[in-house]
């Protein structure tokens, strides 16, 4: 047996191969899913929550329903012990918080409309009651504070 040391036999192996999307992506012609629009489709909106940790007292979504072309608002209450997860660690992650939030950014309802103009303030109609909880720590008493919030 003996060591190849040229690829000239192989119609693949050693040689360049352009993708078969190269060029669509590097003239700009590639069509993404944010390219598409279909009859009927529906834009999305979620309500994060801008505290660290909260406790959701209500969520009002009367005026969030009356807006032209607001087909579904939703909040963690329409999923009531549903939960799900891609991984085995996620499985009991909640669609939406119910009531109470763990970090910033997490989603708390969602809106669902026709018209894509105003998606910037599609969530904003929702009035939302919450009530910050201050985080308790394990560190903060090492440091000289109370073990509650910030030391």
Do not use: C, Q
Request: proline share 7%; glycine share 8%.
């Amino acid at each position: 047996m003996t060591l190849i040391e040229t690829y000239d036999d192989y119609a693949i192996i050693g040689r360049p191969i352009p993708k078969k999307d190269a060029a669509i992506k590097a003239t700009g012609d590639v069509k993404y899913a944010d390219d598409m629009f279909l009859p009927g489709m529906l834009y999305g909106k979620l309500l994060r929550n801008p505290h660290p940790h909260a406790r959701i007292v209500r969520i009002d979504t009367s005026r969030a329903e009356k807006l032209a072309g607001v087909r579904a608002v939703i909040t963690g209450r329409d999923f009531p012990g549903i939960k799900y997860g891609n991984f085995p660690h996620t499985r009991d992650y909640l669609p939406l918080a119910i009531d109470r939030v763990r970090y910033i950014g997490e989603e708390v309802a969602a809106v669902a409309r026709h018209l894509m103009d105003s998606l910037v303030t599609m969530a904003e109609p929702r009035e939302r009651e919450v009530e910050a909880v201050r985080a308790r720590t394990r560190n903060a008493r090492r440091f000289g504070g109370s073990g509650i919030g910030r030391p």
